[in-house]
């Protein structure tokens, strides 16, 4: 099982005195496999745009997948979503991991000047073209406009976000694998067999995850985060309760082994708690556990 975290959000880079580039190389010298940033354009709450927040990541490590949980490639024009992809792929040395999705709820979608019913036909025809834009092959837009962009590069893998059946079957037609968040180990199971039943081809399967580790004061419980949970997600609280990665390493390694034997071989996991460095050496002490 590869482990992952979501890179600081500016509240605690504040809090933590704590940049992108610093926390990002703390994640790869703790021994994790990569470093994530979500896309939010209108979200009320402050936030780094994905792709330069991303950008800050790989020009400060060296070996670290940069992920992007999730990247909502029909907010932007494709060929510039496209441009901004290939981007990150080039001055990362080719360590991008492509989350792509299509939420955000309408309010984001009418800042970007987007109709919020257009989302998923945009999101199709972005994992559709984007392979194509990203090698620099010649492309004909939906507009019937040629594009060939340079220079090219190497397709990042393309994991489709969200848990519902159309994100999976649109990971089984377009994607190169499935990645839900906030799911239970059982759900992740379910949807592998949907998945299995539909999909042509074999797909990695990656979850979005919640951990609070250790016992520090301050660090919030696992009833804490299944009650948020089960309020931001409408999971039932018996659900949400199965969520969250909490207590010492050995305890949340037996968490994350339930999910690769329900199929997953990637785990993200937003960290909460007193401070990001400590969750990020617990986490990758969770990692190496897994592993023995």
């Not at 004061?217 to 909490?246: C, E, F, K, Q, V």
């Not at 708690?273 to 050496?281: E, I, K, M, N, S």
Request: net charge positive; with cysteine; glycine share 12%.
């Amino acid at each position: 099982m590869r482990i992952g975290v979501v890179l600081p959000s500016v509240e605690v880079q504040r809090r933590d005195r704590l940049d992108l580039a610093t926390a990002a190389r703390h994640a790869e010298d703790a021994g994790l496999d990569s470093v994530w940033h979500g896309d939010h354009l209108a979200t009320g709450a402050p936030t780094v745009e994905c792709t330069v927040a991303l950008a800050v990541a790989a020009t400060a490590t060296h070996r670290i997948g940069i992920g992007a949980s999730v990247f909502v490639p029909a907010l932007r024009p494709l060929v510039w979503a496209a441009k901004a992809v290939a981007g990150l792929q080039l001055v990362s040395g080719g360590r991008l991991l492509l989350g792509v999705g299509s939420g955000g709820g309408p309010a984001q979608w009418a800042a970007a000047g987007v109709p919020f019913r257009e989302r998923g036909p945009r999101t199709d025809t972005a994992l559709r073209l984007l392979p194509r834009l990203l090698t620099g092959a010649p492309v004909t837009l939906p507009d019937g406009a040629p594009v060939t962009l340079a220079p090219g590069v190497r397709v990042p893998p393309l994991w489709v976000g969200n848990a519902s059946a159309v994100a999976i079957d649109r990971a089984a037609r377009l994607g190169d694998g499935w990645f839900p968040s906030l799911i239970t180990p059982d759900a992740v199971a379910a949807g592998r067999e949907r998945l299995l039943g539909t999909a042509s081809r074999h797909l990695t399967i990656t979850i979005g995850a919640v951990a609070a580790l250790g016992e520090a004061p301050g660090t919030p419980t696992r009833a804490d985060l299944a009650a948020g949970i089960a309020a931001a997600y409408r999971h039932t609280a018996r659900d949400a309760a199965d969520i969250p990665l909490t207590g010492g390493p050995a305890e949340a390694a037996d968490r994350v082994a339930r999910y690769a034997a329900s199929g997953a071989t990637h785990l993200v996991a937003g960290v909460s708690g007193p401070d990001w460095r400590t969750q990020v050496d617990l986490l990758a002490e969770v990692r190496r556990t897994v592993r023995t």
